[in-house]
């Protein structure tokens, strides 16, 4: 199966910081038209600069350091790829904390991935991916998230797969539950994006800790991880609907981005209307950005992607 891990082929763990060259040539692009009025809660999820930490351009244990000083984003998510053999080093978390403190960051949740299907109808490899997520319910703790975002994989039907996962989450959400964790499922491609399905996993678990994080692209029913990049998808669940459907279980939103054209506007996505809906429903919590482009190199398009939602949310109803 594919997955984030496979895109990265090497974690760098040099010292060498974020040229400031492109972002400073960006400084009159139509994108960084950014309003002086009030915004919303923006975090930076760190997928975002997946291309950079692959190239060794920055270092993973800097990323609060970069998302407050080069992109004035005090909220981050992070990705536990990065941090691969870290996972259960608690006195590395704590460090992480620190260096997020001194910044004046928030740390908001891991996500993780490549720990196990948490639907494998298999109830000890279930079981197995369950305990792999324990490390990072741990670490989460540690650094003063509130949640780790996790897939809701699985094998075999989807009435197998339904069963599966009501287990496993429930496991799941049990054991955060006594660390004051949050377990967030997002919408991450086939079964997975069929939000009704999710929902309905949710209730019948009926934990508190258990929530979505929705998110805006990820919508493809028959494509691993779900993407919507360039409408290539041949079978999409309405995104619309799904985060309308997913929106009352959020404790995060995932702003997806892919391309802009000229004026700004994301190329594929309402952000008008999507944004509108998560005001509408009163969402207390964090839009983190997640640029998944290729058209603008990844400082611009996060760039691209905060004035967007400071830009138009600034004239929603």
Known sequence: MGTRRSFIKSTAWGTTALSLSPLTSFASSPFNNLSSMATPKISLAQWSLHRAFEGGKINAIDFANISKNTYGIDAVEYVNSL???QGSNEKFWSQMKERADKEGVKNLLIMVDDEGFL?????QDRITAVENHFKWVNAAKIMGCHSIRVN???????????TALVDGMGRLASYAAKEDINVLIENHGLHTSDAAFIVDIIKEVNSSNLGTLPDFGNWCLNAEWGSTANNKCTDVYDRYQGVAELLPYAKGVSAKSYNFNDKGEETIIDYRKLLQMVKDDEFKGYIGIEYEGED????????ATKALIENVWNTLD
């Open 83 to 85: 941090y691969e053999g």
């Open 152 to 162: 809701a994989f699985g094998e075999g039907s989807k009435a197998a797969i339904r």
């Open 119 to 123: 639907g494998n109808p298999n109830d």
């Open 296 to 303: 603008l190199s990844e400082p611009e398009g996060i760039f």
